[in-house]
């Protein structure tokens, strides 16, 4: 799901489960949204984020958008493929 205030920012709020069947979706919904943008900033919530696999993440870490409050399950993912370092601050939280 894509939030879009009028300060640009754009919010995607990532599904419960990223497994290898959902990084096609995954890709198409970061792409629309960074399309939609028009140049503003993208931030994925990951905080509902019970599962990240390694597609999943592959994709995250190619669209070079910052997570906002990542769950303990993508924090584990993170370092378990040693990308901890690509973990992000949050951004401020997204308003409507």
Avoid: H, W
């Amino acid at each position: 799901m894509v939030d879009q205030g009028n300060s640009g920012l754009a919010n995607v709020t990532l599904p419960e489960r990223l497994d290898t069947s959902a990084a096609f979706a995954l890709k198409s919904e970061i792409e629309q949204a960074i399309q939609n943008a028009g140049g503003g900033q993208v931030a994925l919530d990951a905080s509902g984020v019970t599962y990240l696999g390694g597609l999943c993440l592959q994709v995250l870490l190619a669209s070079r958008c910052p997570l906002v409050t990542p769950s303990e399950p993508v924090v584990e993912a993170y370092a378990l493929f040693g990308v901890s370092t690509y973990l992000t601050e949050p951004l401020a939280p997204f308003k409507e």
